[in-house]
Nanobody, 123 residues
Framework: QVQLVESGGGLVQAGGSLRLSCAAS????????MGWFRQAPGKEREFVAA????????SYANAVKGRFTISRDNAKNTVYLQMNTLKPEDTAVYYC????????????????WGQGTQVTVSS
């Protein structure tokens, strides 16, 4: 099992930027696809972005494409989510996720979840 700890959330004005980090423990990090999900109040958890274990492939939800960038540093066992041009509708708890091998990038494919970090975007 891999433990995931997110950081970097906070309060930011619309149009601003934040960078989330997810530090992972365990030997399987560098062999695993990683991703970010988010859950707004009263809504279901939704996919935000994913990155393959080599970082050769990335995937984004349409709502964040062109504004968010996912990256990883396998030497540091860390995955990042750079969020630019933030909007009030980006307000949510953001969760780091490790995907099971070959299982795709849906919520049902997640093997390990982080505890979440709050992102609040004011208008």
């Amino acid at each position: 099992q891999v433990q995931l700890v997110e950081s970097g959330g906070g309060l930011v004005q619309a149009g601003g930027s934040l960078r989330l980090s997810c530090a992972a423990s365990g030997r399987t990090f560098s062999n695993s696809a990683m991703g970010w999900f988010r859950q707004a109040p009263g809504k279901e958890r939704e996919f935000v972005a994913a990155i393959s274990w080599t970082a050769a492939m990335t995937s984004y939800a349409n709502a964040v494409k062109g504004r968010f960038t996912i990256s990883r540093d396998n030497a540091k066992n860390t995955v990042y989510l750079q969020m630019n041009t933030l909007k009030p509708e980006d307000t949510a708890v953001y969760y780091c996720a490790r995907f099971r091998d070959g299982a795709g990038y849906s919520g049902g494919s997640v093997a390990d979840w982080g505890q979440g970090t709050q992102v609040t975007v004011s208008s």
